[in-house]
């Protein structure tokens, strides 16, 4: 399966950007999906996550502020930033994790987009 995230951009401090995830490829699977973002000089940390069966989890700096969903329809994720914060500055990425593979004992269950750079200035 294929990840291309969209959606990144400028944007000052108390303002919103909408992220999308598009997965192409083998989507018949079933995948829990979620974000992460990379700060510079920082680890690559979970900012939200969401189930097949919709269970959603949060990064407690993000509770309240942003807002995962899926369409499975549209094979699409977003996440909806709203109250941007200098430190939500970030590469965001999109991650898909195949619980069929993973479940089967496949070594290659992980997907990974490209990332996309958000910006809030201050």
């Known amino acids: 399966v294929q990840l291309q995230a969209s959606g990144g951009g400028l944007v000052q401090s108390g303002g919103s950007l909408r992220l999308s995830c598009l997965a192409s490829?083998?989507?018949?699977?079933?995948?829990?999906m979620g974000w992460y973002r990379q700060a510079p000089g920082r680890l690559r940390e979970l900012v939200a996550s969401?189930?097949?069966?919709?269970?959603?989890e949060y990064a407690d700096s993000v509770q309240g502020r942003f807002t995962i969903s899926r369409d499975n329809t549209k094979n699409t994720m977003y996440l909806q930033m709203n109250s941007l914060k200098p430190e939500d500055t970030a590469v965001y990425y999109c991650?898909?994790?195949?619980?069929?593979?993973?479940?089967?004992?496949?070594?290659?269950?992980?997907?990974w987009g490209q990332g996309t750079l958000v910006t809030v200035s201050s």
């Open positions: 991650h898909g994790r195949d619980l069929v593979s993973a479940l089967l004992g496949k070594t290659e269950y992980d997907y």
């Open positions: 490829g083998e989507t018949h699977s079933i995948y829990i």
């Open positions: 969401i189930t097949p069966g919709n269970t959603i």
